[in-house]
C-alpha cells in the first residue's frame, strides 16, 4: 500500500554546546501503512484512544515511523494510526511512543526540537491530535522532569489510573 505520510528527507536541529552552536540533521525512516484486520488488537487501541479522550469508532491502521539512535538522540519513535471517530469522519493521530535525548545532551532544546519536528509532520498531514504515555522513573529521567518537559512544549498532562505505565497521560490537540 505504500506510506500514507509526508515527511522530509530530514530534519534539522541546532544547539548551543558551551560556546558554539552545534547542528545535526536526523533521517526518518517509516513503515508502510498496514492494515489493522485484528479484532482484538482493535479493541486494545479502542481502549487506549479513550483514556486518551478520543471517541474513535474503528482503526483501520498504523505506520511507524523512527528515527535513527545517532548523534544525541537515544530514541524517536511514533506510531501514526489512521481512525474513525464515533461522531463520525476520519483522521490520523500520532502517537509518540518514545523520545529520548542523551543524557549528556539534555537541556539543550534537542528534545524541544525533536517536538517542533513531530509538529511540523503533524501540520504537513493535517493530523489533529498527538497522544502518549509518560513511563515511570528511570535512571537519569525522573518522571517529574518528563512531565514538566511536556507541558512546556503544550501538552495537556493528567493522570489516569487506566494508563499502562506510569498513570500519566499526554495530549495535544492542533486544530
Not at 501503512?33 to 487506549?48: A, G, M, V
Request: aromatic share 14%.
Amino acid at each position: 500500500m505504500g506510506s500514507i505520510l509526508k515527511l522530509k528527507d530530514k530534519y534539522r536541529i541546532v544547539f548551543k554546546n558551551y560556546f558554539f552552536n552545534k547542528e545535526f540533521f536526523i533521517t526518518p525512516f517509516s513503515d508502510e501503512f498496514q492494515p489493522i484486520t485484528d479484532n482484538e488488537y482493535k479493541e486494545k487501541s479502542r481502549k487506549k484512544f479513550d483514556i486518551y479522550g478520543l471517541n474513535i469508532s474503528d482503526i483501520e491502521g498504523c505506520e511507524f515511523c523512527t528515527f535513527p539512535r545517532e548523534h544525541y538522540l537515544l530514541a524517536f519513535n511514533l506510531c501514526f494510526h489512521k481512525v474513525l471517530f464515533k461522531e463520525g469522519g476520519s483522521s490520523l493521530i500520532v502517537e509518540i511512543i518514545d523520545v529520548a535525548v542523551k543524557p549528556e545532551y539534555r537541556s539543550k532544546g534537542i528534545g524541544s526540537q525533536l517536538l517542533a519536528i513531530l509538529e511540523e509532520i503533524v501540520l504537513e498531514n493535517k493530523i489533529k491530535f498527538i497522544v502518549g504515555e509518560l513511563q515511570d522513573d528511570h535512571k537519569n529521567q525522573p518522571l517529574q522532569k518528563r512531565k514538566i518537559f511536556f507541558e512546556s512544549n503544550g501538552f495537556k498532562v493528567w493522570g489516569d489510573e487506566r494508563s499502562s505505565f506510569s498513570g500519566w497521560i499526554i495530549k495535544k490537540c492542533l486544530e
